[in-house]
């Protein structure tokens, strides 16, 4: 049988005793009354005498109670024992349950003192004011400078002054990961995680990136410096390459290796502008230029045009486009992407394929989306393909021009507009670039 079955048992065969004496005694001493006449009377002090005795002990439980220390039972016999015990035993319970919370407490706290990351705690939804500081860690407050009196219950944008602007209770934001400056050493970068564990509470953990964010500065640097670097001389020798041209316009000897050499310059041309554009797009964030107003349509309608005239139109290209459709963003940013999607599809298209170009909205989102029955790209290559220089064959990209570089440079124009790249392709049947805009920018 179940265990507090048998105790509710066991209290009930406790209280039916009770009952059963006081029911005899009154009894007996009704009927003790009744040989001398006074049987009501008589009956009335037992019943007196006993709701007396239970009011007594009632007050010693209350004072027990209120001294809020182990309660010492002041009877030990009939119904108030078993009421002393249980009351007794629900006290140890509850403070063995405190005991082992305050454990775990200070076992998470060591542990969390112990996290090399500094941890920041704080509450987004007291009363007065948002974003509280409520707690922060041991790495917290030599990292950060804090003191434990000044800096609780001080607002978390005083310290931080990028996170002025950044919305908490957004889910959205609270699956990002952002880049953050150390508020006491501008050298120090830190990649901030936010972290709700409560209703009201948010958990910041800082990571130290530092040393990473600086060399990745560095190669970005150093790869914008080189390309800058590297045009004037390919102008320099673009320009003679032109002139040789036809100067040994007739030499048959010279001739194929100066046009070789032209090619190939104007291949570099292509890199060294690709890798400029794409160093432009990493360096900014988007955050000094105002988005405005664009009229896609009109963009896709002139590169369609420009294409057919560069492919003496020996492609069919079929667009559909919603004319009212216009988009809040950067308007160079949205022409290059198109540019490089379509010019991808007739890259690896054969000449005579259909290219489908679609400009349109569904629910809440824009989308662009170009299809074309070309040659498809295998499965594997689809998640790297906006990878720098990854190419699914590096020979044909080359020889149609191709830099490597386009589709990355997509992939940073559509996150400057919180926007997705979607690719599905099928061997022999061929692909689908869809970039997916929020309507709301
Ligand atoms: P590339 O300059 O080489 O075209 P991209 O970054 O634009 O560089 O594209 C990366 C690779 O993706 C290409 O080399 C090609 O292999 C593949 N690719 C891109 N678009 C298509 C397409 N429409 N059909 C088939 N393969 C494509």
């Known amino acids: 049988m179940n265990k507090s079955i048998i105790q509710l048992n066991k209290l009930l065969n406790i209280f039916f005793l009770e009952v059963g004496i006081i029911a005899l005694t009154l009894a007996i001493l009704f009927f003790l009354g009744k040989s001398i006449g006074h049987s009501w009377p008589l009956f009335s002090f037992g019943l007196g005498l006993y709701i007396f005795w239970h009011l007594y002990h009632l007050l010693q439980l209350l004072k027990s109670l209120s001294s809020q220390q182990m309660l010492q039972a002041s009877i030990k016999f009939g119904i108030w024992k078993e009421i002393w015990i249980q009351l007794q035993l629900f006290q140890q319970n509850s403070h063995s349950q405190k005991n082992d919370l305050i454990t775990d407490l200070d076992n998470y706290r060591i542990f969390i003192n112990k996290i090399p990351d500094a941890v920041i705690i704080i509450n987004t939804k007291t009363n007065e004011q948002k974003n509280i500081i409520e707690w922060f860690n041991k790495s917290a407050q030599s990292t950060f400078n804090l003191k434990k009196k000044k800096h609780t219950g001080s607002h978390i944008n005083d310290l931080f002054t990028e996170l002025a602007e950044y919305d908490f ?85 010279y001739l194929p290796a100066i046009q070789s050499m032209k090619q190939q310059s104007l291949r570099m041309n292509h890199l060294i502008q690709d890798l400029l554009v794409l160093s432009k797009l990493e360096s900014d964030t988007g955050k000094l230029k105002r988005k405005k107003l664009i009229d896609v349509p009109e963009i896709i309608r002139s590169i369609i045009k420009d294409t057919q005239m560069l492919t003496d139109n020996k492609y069919q290209i079929e667009a559909n486009i919603d004319n009212s459709l216009m988009l809040l963003g950067y308007e160079n940013e949205i022409q290059s992407m198109v540019s490089n999607l379509i010019n991808n599809a007739i890259r690896y298209t054969p000449a005579g394929s259909t290219i489908k170009i679609a400009w349109y909205s569904e629910n809440k989102n824009i989308f662009f989306s170009v299809n074309d029955n070309g040659e498809g790209i295998e499965k594997q290559h689809l998640q790297h393909l906006t990878e720098r220089f990854y190419r699914v064959d590096k020979g044909r990209s080359r020889s149609e021009g191709g830099t490597g570089l386009g589709l990355s440079i997509v992939k940073h124009i559509l996150n400057h507009h919180n926007a997705k790249l979607k690719i599905k392709s099928q061997i022999g049947k061929g692909s689908q670039f869809i970039c997916c805009f929020n309507k709301l920018g």
């Open 169 to 253: 209770s957004s889910l959205k934001n609270n699956k990002k990961r952002m880049t953050i400056h150390s508020p006491t050493d501008q050298n120090k970068i830190y990649s901030l995680r936010i972290i709700p564990y409560h209703k009201s509470f948010k958990l910041l953990l800082f990571r130290d990136i530092s040393r990473i964010y600086w060399v990745n500065k560095m190669r970005k640097n150093f790869i914008a410096n080189v390309s800058h670097e590297l045009r004037t001389p390919l102008t320099v020798i673009s320009g003679y390459l032109e002139t040789f041209e036809t100067h040994f316009k007739k030499d048959k000897k």
